[in-house]
C-alpha cells in the first residue's frame, strides 16, 4: 500500500492506492532482499508503480522479475523536473531518498477516452452548422429564446431521462410529482423525478459557469441528482463499476479523478474550432464512458451536454426514452471510439430543434418591452363582480358536478387512447415478429449462405406510449428507430431502416387512418434516405382500424399479408442491388 505520510501503529492512514493490492513475489531460487521500484508519475497525478525482484544462483538473477501494480491517483503530488527528491520508506526502519527523474516524454492517463468522427457524419455536422449560423442572423437563438425554450422542455427532459434510467414513472405521474410541493414523504422514485427538477433547475441558472469551473459544476449536478436516494452524490467513486447491458467496463476508480481533470481542461477549452454539437456529444460521452460517480451518470452526462449547448448559444435537446436502444448502441459504439453514431443521433433530435425554433416568429425587442410595461386598464365594476367571484371559488367547489363529469370524460378519453395505443403497438410487433422469423428461415438454408448471402436484424425501440400521443397531436418529434436490416451478398450489402415518423400524405388523408406510419429508408452511402425513386415497391406501412396498411409509391398495396409483403420487399432489394 501507498501512503502519502508515514504508516505508524494504531493510526488510520488513507492510502493513495485505493485498491490496497496484495502480490506473491515471482518463484525465484532465493529471493535477494534488494529490489527496484520504479514509479512512473504522469502531470495528471497518475502513479504506476512496477517492482522488481531478482534472486540468486537462477537464470533470471541478472534481469529480475517484474511485478507490474495498477495505477493510482495523487492530487497532491507537485514534484517537478529539477532538483526534486522524493523519499521512500519500506517498514524496515530503513528510509530511501531518492532523485526524481523527469523525462521529456509526458505520460497520460491509460484510456482517457478520445474519438473519431467519420466523414460522412463530418458532412453532415457542416450542413447544420450553415443552418445554425443562418437562424443566428435571424435573430433566432436570442437569449430569451433560449431560456423560454429550455424552461419548456422541462418536463419532458426530466421525464425521458429518468425513464431511460428505469425509473416506473409515468409523464402524467412525473408531471403531478413536479407540481406539488414537498408535503409528504416521497417514494425513492417521486424522489428522483424531484431531484432531476432541481438539477435542471439549478443548470439553467448556472450553465455559464460551466467553462469556468467545469468539475465543481459536474459534482453539484451529481449530487443535487442522488440527494437523499444514494449516498456518495457528488462524490467521485473509490470502487470498480460494471454496466449492464454493455460491453464495456469503466476505467479502474484510481483513475477516475485523473480522467476528470482532462474533461475539466477540454470543456474549459469551449470546443474551439469545433462544431457545438460535437464538442456537445464528445463530453456528455466521455463522462458516461468514464462513469466518475457511483450512480446517475447517464442523468449527469445529459445535463452537462445541455449546459454546454445552451453556454455556446443553441437549444437544449432531449433524449426520448422512446428511442433508448439506438441511444445505448451509440454509447456503445463511442466506447469502441468512433463517435459517428452519436454524434448523428444527436443531429437527428438537433434538427427538430431547429425546425421547431424557425417556425415560431421572431418577436422584435422594443416590440416585447412595450408589451411588458404596457400599463393595466383601470378596473370597472363588472372586473370587480368576476374578481369576487374568483376569490369565492373554494376546494370544495372544485369538485362540483361540472368537475365530476369532466372527470369522468377525461378518464374515458385516456383508456380509449391507451387501447388505441395498445393495438396499433401489438400491430407493428407482428411485422417485427414477422421480420425476425423471415430472416431466421433466410439464414437458416445453406444454399443462400454457401454463395455468400445473409441477413442481420437489429431492432430498436417500440414507439413509446408519449412520443406516440406527442405525434397524434401534432407536436413535432425525432423519428425513432424501430428495425435496421442489413442484406449481404457475395461481393456487396444493402442496409434498410424502419422508423416511426409523421404519416405522408397519402395515408394522412384517410380520417380513420393513424397519424403514426412506419417509414422505409435505404442507407445510400452516406445517410439513411427515405425510399423516392429506388425500384423497391413497399414504402410505408399505415395503421387503420386495427389492420395494417401497405403503401406503395402511390397507393394501398393490393396484399393484407404481413409475411408476403416483407418478403418481396426483400426480393425487390436483392434483385435490384445485390
Not at 425525432?478 to 428495425?483: A, C, Y
Request: proline letters at 4%; one cysteine or more.
Amino acid at each position: 500500500m501507498f501512503s502519502d505520510k508515514p504508516i505508524l501503529e494504531d493510526e488510520d492512514v488513507t492510502l493513495i492506492n485505493l485498491g490496497n493490492d496484495v502480490f506473491s513475489i515471482p518463484k525465484l531460487n532465493k529471493v535477494s532482499k534488494k529490489c527496484d521500484l520504479l514509479l512512473e508519475i504522469s502531470p495528471n497525478g497518475m502513479i504506476k508503480p512496477r517492482f522488481r525482484f531478482f534472486g540468486k544462483g537462477d537464470s533470471i538473477s541478472k534481469e529480475g522479475a517484474l511485478v507490474e501494480c495498477p495505477e493510482f491517483y495523487f492530487s497532491d503530488f507537485q514534484v517537478k523536473e529539477g532538483n526534486s527528491y522524493v523519499g521512500f520508506d519500506f517498514g524496515t526502519s530503513n528510509s530511501y531518498l531518492v532523485r526524481f527523474a523527469s523525462t521529456q516524454q509526458e505520460i497520460t492517463a491509460a484510456r482517457y477516452p478520445e474519438f473519431t468522427l467519420s466523414k460522412r457524419v463530418k458532412e453532415r455536422l457542416r450542413e447544420l452548422e450553415l443552418k445554425i449560423k443562418n437562424l443566428r442572423e435571424e435573430g433566432m437563438f436570442t437569449a430569451e429564446r433560449l431560456s423560454d425554450h429550455a424552461k419548456n422542455q422541462a418536463l419532458d427532459f426530466i421525464f425521458h431521462s429518468n425513464k431511460i434510467e428505469g425509473n416506473p414513472l409515468s409523464k402524467g405521474e412525473t408531471e403531478d410529482i413536479l407540481s406539488q410541493p414537498e408535503m409528504r414523504r416521497l417514494s425513492e422514485q417521486e424522489q428522483e423525478a424531484k431531484n432531476s427538477q432541481a438539477a435542471y433547475g439549478w443548470m439553467l441558472d448556472n450553465f455559464e459557469t460551466i467553462f469556468d469551473q467545469p468539475q465543481a459544476f459536474i459534482r453539484e449536478i451529481n449530487r443535487q441528482i442522488m440527494e437523499n436516494v444514494k449516498a456518495g452524490g457528488g462524490q467521485y467513486r473509490t470502487e470498480s463499476v460494471s454496466l449492464s447491458g454493455m460491453s464495456f467496463t469503466p476505467p479502474e476508480a484510481a483513475s477516475v479523478p485523473a480522467f476528470m481533470e482532462q474533461l475539466g481542461s477540454e470543456i474549459k477549452g469551449r470546443g474551439a474550432d469545433r462544431s457545438p454539437i460535437e464538442f456537445a456529444a464528445s463530453v456528455h460521452t466521455k463522462l458516461v464512458s468514464i462513469h466518475p460517480f457511483i450512480d446517475g451518470n447517464g442523468r449527469t452526462g445529459r445535463l452537462l451536454l445541455n449546459a454546454c449547448l445552451i453556454s455556446l448559444g443553441l437549444p437544449v435537446v432531449v433524449v426520448n426514452y422512446a428511442d433508448k436502444e439506438r441511444y445505448l448502441q451509440c454509447l456503445d459504439e463511442s466506447n469502441q471510439g468512433d463517435l459517428s453514431s452519436m454524434v448523428e443521433f444527436f443531429i437527428d433530435f438537433f434538427q427538430e430543434q431547429l425546425t421547431e425554433f424557425s417556425t415560431v416568429p421572431v418577436v422584435p425587442d422594443a416590440e416585447v418591452d412595450a408589451t411588458i410595461a404596457a400599463p393595466s386598464a383601470p378596473l370597472d365594476s363588472r372586473a370587480d363582480v368576476i374578481d369576487q367571484a374568483m376569490r369565492e371559488i373554494s376546494p370544495a367547489s372544485l369538485e362540483g358536478p361540472l368537475a365530476a363529469v369532466m372527470k369522468a370524460k377525461i378518464r374515458r378519453f385516456q383508456e380509449v387512447r391507451l387501447a388505441e395505443y395498445a393495438a396499433w403497438k401489438q400491430s407493428f410487433l407482428t411485422v417485427l415478429a414477422e421480420l425476425k422469423a423471415i430472416v431466421q428461415f433466410f439464414n437458416s438454408n445453406a444454399d443462400y449462405t454457401r454463395a455468400g448471402y445473409g441477413i442481420n436484424l437489429r431492432d430498436y425501440d417500440v414507439l413509446a406510449l408519449e412520443k406516440y400521443e406527442d405525434i397524434s397531436s401534432g407536436r413535432r418529434a425525432s423519428r425513432t428507430w424501430f428495425v435496421g436490416l442489413e442484406i449481404l451478398g457475395p461481393d456487396s450489402r444493402e442496409r434498410l431502416l424502419f422508423f416511426f415518423n409523421r404519416a405522408s400524405r397519402s395515408i394522412a388523408q384517410d380520417p380513420k387512418a393513424s397519424r403514426i406510419s412506419l417509414a422505409i429508408s435505404r442507407f445510400d452511402g452516406s445517410r439513411y434516405q427515405r425510399l423516392s425513386a429506388e425500384p423497391i415497391t413497399l414504402r410505408e406501412i399505415g395503421y387503420r382500424d386495427g389492420e395494417l396498411l401497405f403503401f406503395s409509391k402511390d397507393a394501398v398495396l393490393t396484399s393484407s399479408n404481413v409475411r408476403e409483403t416483407l418478403e418481396s420487399l426483400l426480393k425487390d432489394v436483392i434483385e435490384s442491388y445485390l
